[in-house]
């Protein structure tokens, strides 16, 4: 960052996630979430361009306008209790969870690498916490949410090849995981969200080093390991066996009370972002010669998130459940 003052909004934008997750009122969690809001817009101009400015005018209409709705069915609550359905709706809208999605791959397709990855991670902790903080009658309505997004993140990337769009979708689908993990007895929530952080941070140090968008410039042959890193981080992404993306659907799947077709939507969009993850990653990692590999050495930064992005998380597995 070159402008000091962008510190100043990325220390508001993490304390007001801080603030979400230790609200005891739904007042200071609507005040978190704004707060939250207004910090990451300024980060969005990286460049300071005109497409800047169009999508942070994107992000910040459907921001406003589910802290709108979510402080409404609040207030409304006290006196028509059905109304609370809209809380967990609200925070839908914010977190890009299919079919409130609308404002999302927009919003992506305009922003920096960097802003981008924050709004695929950091961006998706406050509103996802704040639904875990329902009550369970009330956070089991979203069920039928997740497995929208899960389809649809999974349906919407198969013919996609920009990179960022693929990230786009494949956190849609994930996002249904995480609502599908919101009632579990375990801490399933926490643990996926920080899988799914580490792998996209690995995702992002690989990216950082290559200028390509297009799944054919992606995996470039002037920086192999890099590549393969990037694949695999990819695959671990899609949940394939044994990268951790997988192991945690399985732990999703094992501690979730959703119903058999909810879990049957929830594995037909794992299966088809998979299946996109396979064709943009195993053709071009063929193509390759082995003598690319031999003669290379692992970057000291893409090699340690790569590892930490698969043994960290199987690390607290192993210690809250065994």
Known sequence: MKSPHKFL??????????????????LMTWMGLEINMLGFIPLMYLKETTNESETAAKYLVPQALGSTIFIASTTTSLYLHNLQILMPIAMCLKLGAAPFHFWFPPVMA??????????????????????????????TTILPIASI?????????????????LLTYSSIAHTGWMLASINSPTPTLMMYIMTYIMITISIYTCLT??????????????EPHNSLLLAISMLSLGGL?????FVMKLLVLCYTEASMIIVISLILGAAMSLLYYLMLTFSPLLTFNKTHFTKTSMTSTTSIMFFLSQTLPLSLILFYFL
Do not use: E, Y
């Open 9 to 26: 909004f990325l220390f508001l934008m993490t304390m007001s996630t801080c603030m979400v997750l230790s609200s005891s009122n739904w």
């Open 149 to 165: 997004s899960a389809l649809w993140g999974g349906i919407g990337g198969l013919n996609q090849t920009d990179i960022r769009s």
């Open 209 to 222: 080093s290559q200028s390509a968008k297009s799944h054919k410039q992606l995996f470039s042959i002037k």
């Open 110 to 139: 305009g922003l920096p690498l960097l802003p981008a990855f924050l709004l695929l991670t950091w961006q998706k902790i406050a509103p996802i916490f704040t639904i875990s903080s329902f009550c369970p009658t009330l956070s």
């Open 241 to 245: 066996p044994p990268f951790m993306g």
